[in-house]
Every structure is written in structure tokens, then in C-alpha cells.
């Protein structure tokens, strides 16, 4: 099953905006961690937040969590074409082994 | 390309016919995991080896799917009598224990259509 919801379902911007994406999780995490995905293809670790960090940069990413509502926000700033794909926020839960996807976020990105 | 690798990328059946994958994972990761993935839907677990040994299945692995990791490095996942229904996207992913995040990487998938 789906552990959360991402916000927007869709979303399209222009070259050189900011794009955010929200996700939502329902179980006790250890960490969050988000993906991307290109077409068709097999999926890309992007930037982990572990459950005690509240905000994490990585390049044009930066990822904020917070524990208390269940939710995590990923913005990719200065948006470029090659940004177009979707997006997953995906959970370690306390006492799985498996990762836990959230339904993804399509972003397009218009040069 | 010393990656996850699927084979094959694309399948066609019919259904009631068997078929196979195959995953290779990175060489030093012990643990791998299949996923599966539907048309705008993020990817479901599916189930979990640490070397040969299966630790976790979900639900969504009917009687008709087995996966087999018999020497600890490649993968098998077999599904007998296809349904239209298995149509999807079937992810392998592997990490290494020295992760304790689990930071997982991903293969680039193969895509079952079931005629």
C-alpha cells in the first residue's frame, strides 16, 4: 500500500522558477528519502533526511521534515528542463526493511 | 556499468503464460528487493532477500510469484499463469548493509504487458 500522498499530483513551471513538492507519511520513520524518475526508467536516490534532521540541502534540492505533522517539502530551485520528471518521497518505517513510495509528483519543467 | 541490471527491459505475453526476470545487483550489495510499479502509481514492495535468504514478502506477492536469490548475488522473480492484472513495471533495487540508512538503488525496471 501507499504509505503517503504527494502534493501536488502535477505540476508545470517554467525554466529557472522554483518547484516545490509536499509529501505526506503516516507511520513512525526512521528516515525520508526522495527519487526521481525519468520516463519509463528505474528510479534515482535524490537527498535522505533522517527523522531527528528538520531541514537538509543538497545543490538546487533542499529537503525540510517535520516529524510532528507527518510531512516532508522538497524545492528544487532554478528549475532547469532536465528537472522534467516525477518525483517520490519514500519512507523507511520503524521495523520494515522495504521502502515505503508515496504516489509521485509530475513535474514539468518548459524551456 | 557496474549498476542494478534487469533483464528482460520489455516482456510480452499472453495471459497464462509463465515468465521470468532477471536482477543483478551491485556486486557488493547483499541486500536486494523487487518492487512493482502501475501507471502513475509510485513503486509497491514486493519482497526482500539479505543474501539468499527471503526475509520479508508483502501481501501483494500472490502464490503465482516466487523470487529466488539462491547464491546471494543474482535474482529470479517468476510469475506463473499471468493475469492482465500483473501488467506493470517489476523494479529491482539493492543495498549494502554497511547503509544503515538505506539508501536504495534502483534498476531500470522491466515492463510486463499481459495480452
Known amino acids: 500500500s501507499q504509505q503517503g500522498e504527494e502534493d501536488p499530483q502535477a505540476l508545470s513551471i517554467q525554466e529557472g522558477e522554483n518547484a516545490t513538492m509536499n509529501c505526506s507519511y503516516k507511520?513512525?520513520?526512521?528516515?525520508l528519502q526522495w527519487y526521481r524518475q525519468n520516463s519509463g526508467r528505474g528510479l534515482v536516490h535524490l537527498i535522505l533526511i533522517r527523522s531527528n534532521e528538520r531541514e537538509k540541502h543538497s545543490g538546487r534540492l533542499r529537503v525540510t521534515l517535520d516529524t510532528s505533522k507527518k510531512s516532508s517539502s522538497l524545492l528544487i530551485t532554478a528549475s532547469r528542463a532536465a528537472d522534467t520528471a516525477s518525483y517520490f518521497c519514500?519512507?523507511?518505517?520503524?521495523?520494515?526493511?522495504?521502502?515505503?513510495f508515496g504516489s509521485g509528483t509530475r513535474l514539468q519543467v518548459q524551456p | 556499468d557496474t549498476g542494478v541490471s534487469q533483464d528482460p527491459r520489455h516482456k510480452i505475453t499472453k495471459r497464462g503464460q509463465n515468465v521470468t526476470f532477471r536482477c543483478d545487483p551491485i556486486s557488493e550489495h547483499n541486500r536486494l528487493y523487487w518492487y512493482r510499479q502501475t501507471l502513475g502509481q509510485g513503486p509497491e514492495f514486493l519482497t526482500y532477500?539479505?543474501?539468499?535468504?527471503?526475509?520479508?514478502k508483502s501481501r501483494l506477492l500472490s502464490d503465482r510469484f516466487s523470487a529466488e536469490r539462491p547464491k546471494g548475488s543474482f535474482s529470479t522473480l517468476e510469475i506463473q499463469r499471468t493475469e492482465q492484472g500483473d501488467s506493470a513495471m517489476y523494479l529491482c533495487?539493492?543495498?549494502?548493509?554497511?547503509?544503515?540508512?538505506?539508501?536504495?538503488?534502483f534498476g531500470p525496471g522491466t515492463r510486463l504487458t499481459v495480452l
Open positions: 533495487a539493492s543495498s549494502s548493509t554497511g547503509n544503515s540508512y538505506n539508501e536504495q538503488f
Open positions: 532477500f539479505q543474501n539468499e535468504a527471503q526475509l520479508e
Open positions: 507511520t513512525s520513520i526512521n528516515n
Open positions: 519514500a519512507t523507511f518505517d520503524t521495523g520494515r526493511r522495504a521502502l515505503t
